[in-house]
């Protein structure tokens, strides 16, 4: 990481448990990482002392930003360091749509996502404290602004690659209600074991592409 993305330590390395290759964690939170030379995903979380566990992952998909850049946005370098793709359908819908999420980190800042949607390009954070939902769950007010529920879906992660604040693994699955404000976006995702939040708003996506110097690729973008 450069600029104010610095590393928060030096790098720990250690070898792939599938396939042997070096592996480096660069951050000191991650508790997932991915091999760089055969996909699979190693879980941190007991740190990289103990016994490694790791999944096996085919079908690689190649994000459109590539891990390791860097991005000037809201007014701060923010690093790829993650990637995960994830595929959602409505409750009776045998129908699947795919998005892109980016996890971003910088140093003063912490951790933010990029997503990529059919919707278009977003910039989200985790929030604290839950926002209060409506009895019908139909609207949410977080911070003062009234959200209204714009879809409600199921979804699962199919991919990923990079490194993660969280244990992460494919084929995990959460429930999610998706809530906007004008452009501003509210979302609750739902495992068996918690709720998460995260707000943000829309960006555009000639926005996104110049931050990263990938204006060859704007097409891609839109």
Request: hydrophobic share 35%.
């Amino acid at each position: 990481l450069v600029d104010e993305s610095v590393k928060e330590e030096k790098g720990r390395q250690f070898n792939c448990p599938n396939c042997g290759a070096t592996v480096t964690v660069a951050l000191a939170s991650s508790k997932s990482i991915t091999c760089g030379s055969c996909n699979s995903i190693i879980d941190l979380s007991r740190g990289t002392g103990a016994q490694l566990v790791h999944a096996i992952q085919d079908e690689p998909v190649a994000p459109l930003i590539p891990l390791g850049s860097i991005g000037q946005l809201q007014g701060a370098p923010w690093q790829v360091v993650g990637f995960q793709h994830r595929m959602g359908h409505e409750s009776g819908d045998d129908e699947y749509f795919g998005w892109s999420e980016y996890l971003l980190y910088n140093k003063r800042r912490g951790f933010t996502f990029l997503v990529d949607s059919s919707e278009g390009w977003s910039l989200v954070k985790p929030v604290t404290g839950a926002p209060s939902q409506s009895s019908d769950r139909m609207n949410a007010t977080y911070l003062g602004t009234r959200y209204h529920l714009t879809e409600s879906y199921d979804a699962q992660t199919s991919y990923v690659a990079g490194e993660f604040y969280w244990q992460v693994r494919r084929g995990q699955n959460t429930s999610n209600r998706d809530y906007a404000a004008g452009k501003s976006l509210l979302t609750m995702e739902q495992n068996a074991n918690e709720i998460t939040w995260s707000a943000g708003s829309q960006i555009d996506s000639d926005s996104v592409a110049n931050a990263f110097k990938l204006e060859d690729k704007l097409a891609m973008f839109k």
